[in-house]
Structures are given as C-alpha cells and as structure tokens.
C-alpha cells in the first residue's frame, strides 16, 4: 500500500513536469489535500491550465508518456467535464492520481477544494448540487424500477435499484443537515437515528421477500426526508406505498 511519501513524490514530480512545460501556465490542488494534508487515505489530484492554442490532449499524452515510464502508471478512464479532461490513473501501492487540464482562459475552481500552486485562475460559479425536488424525483423513479425488476425475478437488477433509491434517501437527509451527499461523503456524518433509519434498506437477501423488505424501508426513509418537497411527496406517497404490497395478476 503506498505511503504519504509515494504520494508527495509523484506530486513532485508532476509539479516539476509542469514547471518544465511552457504550454502550462497554471496549476493547482484539488479534493481533499487542497484544504489540508488529507489522510493517509487520500489520493492526488491535480489539475493544470493549458494555452488556449494548444490541444489539451496533446499534453495529456506526453505527461502519460512520463507518468508510464517513471511509475509504472495504469489509465484506468477519462472523463470529459465542460471545457477540462481529466485522466484518472492507478500507481503502485494502489493510490489514484487523478490529472485534469483546461484551456487557461477557463481555468479556475469548479468547488471549494481548489488551492492555486502557480499561475492564475479566473473566477467562475460553482456548479450547484442537486435539488430536493431532483433528488426525489429520481428516487421515485429507482423505486419503480426496483418493483418491476422484483416482478420481473431480476433479483440482482433490482438490489441495484434499491441501493440506488437508498442512496437518495440518504442524500435528502445531508441536505437536510447542511452535509455534503455527492458520492456519500456525507453519509457517515449523520446522526446516528437518521442513519439507523435506513439500515433495513439494505439487501441482505437475494428473494422475493428480502428484496420487498428493503424496498419498503428505502420507501419509509425516503419519505422521511422528503420535507423539502412535502407537497410532492404527499401527492406521491399512495403510490409509493403500492409499491410494496402485494399485487394480484
């Protein structure tokens, strides 16, 4: 497993790789060593900004070039967001090293962990997480596809969706308590009630009735933390409640 070390050494390294790149003009820390020193846990990301005439993916393949050669790095994906990339990569002693360029007049923090190394960065909005109402309406939607999986004997399928409805669940309540929900960061802060509340929504059975079970416990959580849409929920909720009854042919 790697060492805070191995991680401070590929951060040097890429820091010198763009130290010695004139079509890099920025560049920057970003997620949770932006902040603070992180954990022993926490995995590199760093992002750079590159000149507006000089194709991001063109830098992109030289400094994979060198990250192969020097650690031995696996491209795992690429992810397009806006007007950036980013290449995730896996080093040895399994740490993540997430890299991300943007053209310079773009270049500027997408959220609160950003911390600039060097160079400029233009000020831009933060993109919002999503709404009360977004966060139900997909739930509801998961919840109904859970059911009709479960009729369909898609056992497996619908253990998908119920996590997934869960999830959702979950995320209302750290909106409801001023915690961040995207990718479950917020999830282990709750208070232990709210958190309780959602354990029979677990899949712990791959049958008819396990699976109804947790439906109807992610259903009773969900509508739990529905305060922010009450109106909906309440117009929602008979339906919701059919969902876990028995239903004839």
Not at 65 to 80: M, Q, Y
Not at 207 to 219: E, K, P, Q, V
């Amino acid at each position: 497993m790697f060492s805070v070390n191995d991680r401070d050494r590929v951060r040097d390294y890429v820091l010198q790789l763009a130290a010695s790149d004139q079509r890099v003009s920025a560049g920057a820390v970003v997620g949770s060593l932006a902040l603070n020193e992180g954990d022993r846990w926490s995995d590199l990301d760093l992002t750079f900004a590159v000149a507006d005439d000089v194709p991001l993916t063109d830098v992109l393949e030289n400094w994979t070039h060198h990250l192969v050669n020097e650690f031995d790095a696996i491209h795992l994906f690429d992810l397009p967001s806006g007007a950036s990339i980013y290449r995730v990569f896996l080093l040895p002693g399994c740490l993540q090293f997430d890299l991300s360029f943007t053209p310079a007049s773009k270049f500027g923090a997408s959220g609160p962990k950003f911390r600039l190394l060097f160079g400029s960065a233009v000020d831009k909005p933060f993109p919002q997480p999503p709404s009360a109402h977004e966060l139900f309406g997909y739930a509801v939607h998961h919840a109904l596809r859970a059911r009709f999986c479960i009729e369909r004997g898609r056992f497996w399928q619908a253990e998908y969706w119920i996590s997934s409805l869960r999830d959702h669940g979950l995320s209302l309540a750290c909106r409801r308590h001023a915690l961040p929900a995207s990718y479950g960061r917020g999830f282990d802060a709750l208070p232990a009630e709210v958190s309780d509340s959602f354990k029979n929504a677990l899949v712990t059975s791959l049958t008819r009735d396990g699976l109804l079970r947790a439906l109807n416990s992610a259903i009773d959580g969900l509508l739990r933390e529905a305060e922010e849409v009450r109106e909906m929920a309440a117009k929602i909720k008979p339906q919701l409640r059919e969902l876990t009854v028995a239903w004839g042919d």
